[in-house]
């Protein structure tokens, strides 16, 4: 690793401790004041917000795939006789597959292209055509971007960077079931038991509600933003573009930019749907702020 590459990883492992900090002040004023900066940003079925929403999403699922398929590329060009060879190529794929199904789900889902347009739904049939139309092609990309390369410090790279993507998918996910909150397009259409909720007072009749009006049980998953959470997390994954594209080292520091720029689009884009609060979108920043730091401060040991 060269002193440039040192300097930027460091700037960036800075950076994304202070964007940790930021969120971690908007995730205070967002628990004292969700309830009244809500109302302010809400415009329901913001068209233009829910294209940002879903381009957003889809760029996280993308990486994904783009990712997973220049791993794959390190695998199948490992020599035939190599011990592990097989096994490597099997886990690779079976693993990248059931990741980009799941991702295929979320670019369905109805805070994204089913918001969009109403015939899609996030069912098999779909998602099935999802990976192969929307998936696997950047996979191909991947791979083929990689394909005249053996280099085991890469392939270590790719699987710090498609490890920290996982670990803040998770982080978001296990919060959501522990701490479930309405979302507040879901308050505003006024149903009768279901009123503002702070984030750390989880809703307790979410069953019961669902049952007696027939309501999205994705409705009660306003805490954390997941969407922040795979959108600040392009604090590691337009500078990993580098991993793959020489060239693009050198534009190390813009591409943070534009990460930057690109997450704080997709955040508002949330809080204008109505789909989270202050807290949440901040509290999903924080996490990604924080994954990004360590991803650094990881990036920099691996030899």
């Known amino acids: 690793m060269n002193e440039k590459e040192l300097k930027f990883n460091k700037t960036a492992g800075v950076v994304s401790i202070v964007m940790a900090c930021i969120f971690a002040v908007t ?39 783009f990712f997973f398929g220049a791993l794959l590329s390190q695998a199948i060009n490992l020599p035939k006789d190599h011990p592990k060879r097989t096994g490597y190529v099997i886990t690779v794929t079976v693993l990248g597959l059931i990741a980009l199904l799941i991702c295929g789900g979320s ?10 347009f ?28 990689c394909r005249k390369r053996t280099d085991s410090l890469l392939a270590k790279r790719l699987i710090l960077i498609i490890s920290a993507m ?17 979302r507040y397009r879901l308050i505003a259409r006024g149903y009768e038991g279901i009123g503002f909720h702070k984030w750390y007072d989880p809703i307790r009749n979410k069953a019961e509600l669902i049952a007696k009006y027939g309501i999205n049980k994705d409705d009660f998953k306003s805490f954390p933003s997941g969407h922040t959470s795979n959108s600040i997390m392009n604090l590691t994954l337009f500078p990993a573009l580098g991993l793959i594209y020489p060239k693009l080292k050198e534009k190390s520091m813009f591409m943070l930019v534009l990460g ?39 990036y920099d040991k691996i030899r």
């Open 118 to 145: 109403p015939i899609v739904h996030r069912d098999v049939p779909q998602m099935i055509i999802m990976l192969l139309v929307g998936m696997i092609p950047v996979s191909v990309i991947g791979y083929a971007a």
């Open 166 to 182: 996982t670990v803040s998918f998770l982080l978001y996910e296990l919060v959501k079931v522990g701490l479930p909150r309405p």
């Open 260 to 298: 930057i720029c690109v997450g704080i689009t997709v955040l508002l884009s949330r809080m204008v749907l109505g789909a989270h609060f202050l807290s949440d979108v901040s509290c999903g920043g924080f996490t990604a702020s924080v994954v990004s730091a360590v991803y650094y401060r990881v």
């Open 107 to 116: 670019v369905l889902d109805v805070n994204n292209l089913g918001g969009i």
């Open 27 to 65: 995730f205070i004023t967002g628990t004292f004041l969700d309830v009244k900066i809500a109302p302010v940003l809400f415009s329901d079925k913001n068209m233009a917000a829910l294209i940002v929403s879903t381009v957003g999403i889809y760029i996280f699922c993308a990486f994904y795939a």
